[in-house]
C-alpha cells in the first residue's frame, strides 16, 4: 500500500553525552520516511527553505522516497532545531528552534498523491494536520502525532482532527496531559474516546503500549547498552510501525502487534548511531533479523 | 525445595490517592512469604518485638509459612513504617519509621531449617546477610536485596555480600547507585562483575530486567489499571521469582526468565489491593492464569 508522511524536515545541531552534530538532515518527516523505506514505497509531503542542501535531497532520494511532495518555499528558509541530551538521555532539552518555513502555510499535497491509502501526519498544528488529510481522497489508515503545544493550546482543533484519524502514537508525557490520566491505560482508553480506534503511547526506553477495542498490549524497548542519539527515536518508531501496517495492507489487532514489534526494532536502530546514520543502510533482513530476537527475548512461558 | 526468607516483619500504616491503612503486617520478608506460599512451602527467619499481634502471627500460619524461625524479643518492639504515595505512586514518602527490634542482633536461623536449599536474603546490612547465610549448611540457590543506605554507607560489606550470593534483585535506582551506569544494561554487567551470576533489575511499573551470563530479557510490568497500594510490590516480586524456582529445584537461564514472569504476574495481584489483601486469596491457579495471559501478550512474531 502507498504510504504519504507529512510533517517537518530540518537541519539539527544534537548534543549528547557521546558527542555532537551540527547542521545534519533531521526532522520528523525524514526519520518517519527513512524507518519506513525498507518495508515501503514513502511518499514525503514537506516544505523546505532556498537554503536546504542539495545534498540532502539526494540522501532522500537515495533512500527511495518520493519527493514530488517537497516544496522549496523561495525567500523561506528551513527549519532549524539545536537540542541537547543529558544524563540518562530520556527527554531532549532544545537549545535553539527557528520554525521558519514551518510557520508558513501547510504544504499542498500533490494529486500524484491523492490516492495514498495510509497516511501519518507528524506533528504539526491540528487543523493543518486536518487539512492536509482532506487532500487524500479515500485514505484506509490515517494516523497522527501531536505534541505538548497543541494539547495546550489548540485542544479543540486537537480534539476535532482525534476525531478524523484512525489511530495516534503520542509519548506518556503528552498521553497524560491530553487526558489528565497519570495510569497509560486509564490514559489510552481516554484518548479513544475521542475518536481513534487505536492508540499507541511511546515509553522511551520503556518500551510502548496500544490500546485496541479488545485489549492492551505492553512491550519493553529492545535492550540497548549503547544509546548514542534519541533523536527521532519516536518518529523512526511511527515509521517502522506504519511502514509494516501499509505494506501487510491489513489493520486488525494482531497486525497493530505485529507492527508495534517493528516499531520497537527500527526505534533501537536508529538510537544507536548519531542523526539518520542508525537508519541509513538499515534494510528489511537487518530488521526481520532483530525483530525475530526480540519476539524470542518476549517468549516465555 | 525448601525456600528460606529472612527480612523485617513491620506493623505499617501507608497512605495512597486511593485510601490508607493504619498498623497493617508488612514488612519485606511477610510480603516474600506471602508471594512465595503459593509456589513453595516457606521457612521464614525474621524478630518481632512483644507487642507483636497474635493476630498478625495467626494471618501468616495461615498461609501455611513456617514460623519456626520467627523470634519474639521480650522488652523490644516490632519495626514500625508509615509511608505515603502520591501521583504515579511510583516511589513511597517514608512518613516515620522506628527501626525498634531491627536495630538489635539479627535472628538465628533455627536447626531445623539449616538444610534449606534456596534462600532469600531481603534488605538489610549486609554484614547480617553474610552471617545469616552461613547458618545456612549446603544452600542450592542464594540472592539478595539490599538498598540506597548500604550501597552509600557500607559499601565494603555489600560487595562481599555481592561475591557470596548467586543472585540479586534489587530495583533500578539502586543499580545505578551501586554502579555509577545510568544504562541498567551496563548497571547489571558491573554488578556481575561483583559476583552475583545473575542480576534482576526492578522498574517498578517500566517492567524488569534479567541479565545471566548469556542474554539480556527485559518484560514489562502487566498492565494494571488499578493500582491501588505498591507498598511490598517488589518483595512480592522477588517471592513469586524464588517461590518459583524453589519449586522447580532448577535455576538455569530459560528457567530464570519463566521465574521473572511468575514475579511480574505476583506483583501485579499485590498492589490491586491494600496491604496483603491483594496476595492473602490468591492460589497457584490465578498466578498461572495471568501468567498464560501475560504470556500470551507478549507472543507477538
Not at 521558519?100 to 501526519?121: Q, T
Not at 482543533?157 to 497509560?184: C, F, P, S, W
Not at 522511551?204 to 496500544?210: K, Q, R
Not at 527500527?266 to 538499515?282: P, Q, V
Request: proline content about 4%.
Amino acid at each position: 500500500m502507498s504510504l504519504l508522511v507529512t510533517g517537518s524536515i530540518g537541519i539539527d545541531t544534537v548534543q549528547t553525552p557521546h558527542g555532537s552534530v551540527e547542521g545534519v538532515l533531521g526532522g520528523s518527516a525524514v526519520y518517519f520516511s527513512f524507518a519506513a523505506a525498507p518495508f515501503t514505497p514513502v511518499r514525503l509531503v514537506a516544505t523546505v527553505g532556498e537554503d536546504f542542501p542539495d545534498e540532502f535531497r539526494q540522501v532522500l532520494a537515495k533512500r527511495g522516497i518520493d519527493l514530488a511532495g517537497l516544496e522549496t518555499r523561495v525567500g523561506s528558509k528551513t527549519f532549524r532545531w539545536s537540542g541537547r541530551y543529558e544524563g540518562d538521555m530520556n527527554a531532549a532539552e532544545t537549545v535553539d528552534v527557528s520554525l521558519n518555513v514551518l510557520a508558513e502555510a501547510a504544504p499542498n499535497v500533490p494529486e500524484a498523491f491523492a490516492d495514498s491509502r495510509v497516511v501519518f501526519l507528524a506533528n504539526t498544528h491540528p487543523t493543518l494536520q486536518r487539512e492536509l488529510l482532506a487532500q487524500i481522497r479515500t485514505p484506509q489508515l490515517t494516523v497522527c502525532d501531536t505534541m505538548n503545544l497543541w494539547i495546550e493550546n489548540e485542544r479543540e482543533a486537537l480534539l476535532a482532527t482525534l476525531a478524523a484519524v484512525d489511530g495516534i502514537i503520542i509519548n506518556d508525557g503528552e498521553a497524560r496531559q491530553l487526558t489528565g490520566q497519570m495510569n497509560l491505560i486509564d490514559a489510552a482508553r481516554a484518548i479513544r474516546d475521542f475518536g481513534p480506534r487505536f492508540v499507541v503511547i511511546k515509553k522511551g526506553e520503556h518500551g510502548a503500549l496500544l490500546a485496541t477495542e479488545d485489549e492492551i498490549t505492553v512491550i519493553p524497548a529492545r535492550p540497548t547498552a549503547d544509546v548514542r542519539d534519541p533523536t527521532g527515536a519516536g518518529d523512526s518508531f511511527a515509521g517502522g510501525m506504519l511502514g509494516y501496517l501499509a505494506a501487510e495492507g491489513c489493520y486488525d489487532g494482531q497486525t497493530l502487534r505485529r507492527a508495534l514489534l517493528r516499531g520497537t526494532v527500527t526505534a533501537s536502530f536508529a538510537i544507536e548511531r548519531f542523526s539518520l546514520n542508525g537508519l541509513r543502510d538499515r534494510t528489511k533482513a537487518d530488521i526481520d533479523e532483530r525483530v525475530a530476537a526480540l519476539s524470542r527475548m518476549l517468549s516465555i512461558n
